[in-house]
Nanobody, 125 residues
Framework: QVQLVESGGGLVQAGGSLRLSCAVSGRTFSIVTMGWFRQAPGKEREFVAVVSWNSANTYYADSVKGRFTISRDNARNTVYLEMNSLKPEDTAVYYC??????????????????WGQGTQVTVSS
């Protein structure tokens, strides 16, 4: 059974930084695309960033481009989201997710079949 466990969320002031981590077990991590998504109160879950299985490709939502960086360490079965210049509108529960298929690179959240429990990020103004 695949398990994804996020960590690193918290409360930060606007302009600050946080680094989220997601540890993955129960699946061959190195062959699946990983993504980060978020859900703000009263809103639908939305795409944030994605990284391909070999780190050759990354893609970001326009709202976080230039501020967030997704990366992965296949030796540690972990994916990261470095968040800089945080804004109050970044406040949300952040989820990491693993793609359903191996060696497949997409960012539609319906293509991601395994999800973590989420970690809260709160940015105060």
């Amino acid at each position: 059974q695949v398990q994804l466990v996020e960590s690193g969320g918290g409360l930060v002031q606007a302009g600050g930084s946080l680094r989220l981590s997601c540890a993955v077990s129960g699946r061959t991590f190195s062959i699946v695309t990983m993504g980060w998504f978020r859900q703000a109160p009263g809103k639908e879950r939305e795409f944030v960033a994605v990284v391909s299985w070999n780190s050759a490709n990354t893609y970001y939502a326009d709202s976080v481009k230039g501020r967030f960086t997704i990366s992965r360490d296949n030796a540690r079965n972990t994916v990261y989201l470095e968040m800089n210049s945080l804004k109050p509108e970044d406040t949300a529960v952040y989820y990491c997710a693993a793609h359903r298929a191996s060696h497949y690179y997409t960012f539609d959240q319906t293509d991601f079949g395994s999800w973590g429990q989420g970690t809260q990020v709160t940015v105060s103004s």
